[in-house]
């Protein structure tokens, strides 16, 4: 979707360190991204260095006898009223500290339309219209195997735990911008807290200090990854079991989303470079079960769900499982899937390529819908 379009939109990735500026073509970068240094406590600065970047950039796609483009799109750290443009007090940002409306403003500036959203919402919208999704439909249809997916859990492991969610190829952005939020679904391990307590990177360096008894360090997740891996020293146990608690809260929380949502999940963000760790164990949780009061027992999902960066996994996940069946007082069958599955896999483009290609469409849908 959109691969051949020729309107061009000016995007950013909005760090707490870097602004990355760059312009998207039927789904490809076609700038080279310039990068600035965030300002975040000086308001004016902040509006000045984003006028700038996206400036240059256009200035560059006319340089180059390029169209001009048609909108600009990028992701923002939230709380904020994305539909509006308004950003509101952000933690990492005191330069917004009582809310600014950053949309409004560049659409005045730059006189084309402007659309902001969160960063979850968007990989998620990336990974659904030019990543995961059609990756997997395509192998499948190689495969010659009968069914297709249409909804996108998408996920984030990094900071916060962050989300977004896409039914049939649209964004579930919700009647307050909420749509799919995770991050405040109740804690597995610790019931009176958020899951982005036990899913995030805080989580992972406090899990760390209490199950290692060393209050004194300075750890992030990739000393943390660096000591379970035997490169560091440190205690190896603490280390991997850090992860592995991050993986059980987070599988919690995935179950509950699956459970509604009934799509492939796609996993992206700093933290996935430790999936070695966290994958087992989320995966763990997921395959969990439940009772009832007669004591029967249950699936925690009705469906099969397959690790597809496992390769026995993988390869037993792409088999076309589904078998015939007569119509009574007939000759006749038909086929049916005699199994439900589905799919959990760490994205192959990349996070901030799909949160780049996901603002790409995000405008898009957004201008296509104002021509309906």
């Not at 909108?71 to 009223?81: K, L, N």
């Not at 005045?108 to 059609?134: H, Q, S, T």
């Not at 999936?275 to 469906?303: C, H, Q, V, W």
Request: proline share 3%.
């Amino acid at each position: 979707m959109y691969q051949y379009d020729k309107r061009i939109v000016l995007t950013l990735d909005a760090g707490g360190t870097n602004f990355v500026f760059s312009a998207i073509q039927g789904n490809r970068e076609i700038v080279n991204a310039l990068n600035l240094p965030a300002e975040t406590k000086d308001l004016q600065k902040c509006l000045d260095t984003l006028v700038r970047g996206f400036e240059e950039i256009w200035s560059v796609l006319n340089s180059e006898n390029k169209e001009n483009p048609v909108a600009i799109s990028f992701a923002f750290p939230g709380p904020a009223d994305y539909e509006n443009g308004v950003i509101g007090d952000l933690p990492n940002f005191s330069a917004f500290k009582g809310g600014v409306a950053l949309g409004p403003y560049l659409e005045r500036k730059f006189k084309i339309p402007v659309f902001i959203n969160n960063d979850g919402n968007l990989f998620a919208y990336g990974e659904a219209l030019a990543g995961a999704l059609p990756q997997i439909n395509r192998e499948l249809k190689e495969q010659k195997c009968n069914r297709q997916y249409k909804n996108l859990i998408g996920i984030t492991f990094g900071t916060g735990f962050g989300s977004g969610v896409v039914v049939d190829n649209k964004l579930l952005c919700g009647d307050n911008g909420c749509g799919g939020d995770i991050w405040v679904f109740r804690n597995k391990l610790n019931t009176t807290m958020i899951a982005e307590e036990n899913v995030s990177i805080r989580a992972i360096v406090r899990e760390y200090k209490r199950l290692s008894n060393d209050e004194n360090a300075t750890f992030t997740p990739k000393t943390i990854f660096d000591i379970a891996e035997g490169k560091s020293e440190g205690n190896k146990n603490a280390a991997i079991k850090s992860f592995e608690l991050f993986g059980e809260a987070a599988g919690d929380s995935l179950a509950y989303m699956l459970t509604v949502i009934d799509g492939i999940i796609v996993l992206g963000g700093g933290i996935v470079g430790a999936a070695k760790y966290i994958l087992p164990a989320m995966m763990k949780e997921m395959r969990s079960t439940l009772t009832s009061f007669d004591g029967s027992i249950y699936n925690r999902l009705e469906m099969d769900i397959y690790n597809i960066n496992d390769a026995d996994e993988r390869a037993e996940f792409f088999i076309d499982k589904t078998k015939e069946v007569k119509i009574p007082d007939s000759n006749d069958v038909i086929r049916y899937r005699s199994s439900k599955q589905v799919a959990v896999m760490i994205s192959s483009i990349g996070t901030n390529t799909a949160v780049s290609l996901g603002a790409y469409a995000f405008a898009l849908s957004k201008l296509d819908e104002c021509l309906d």
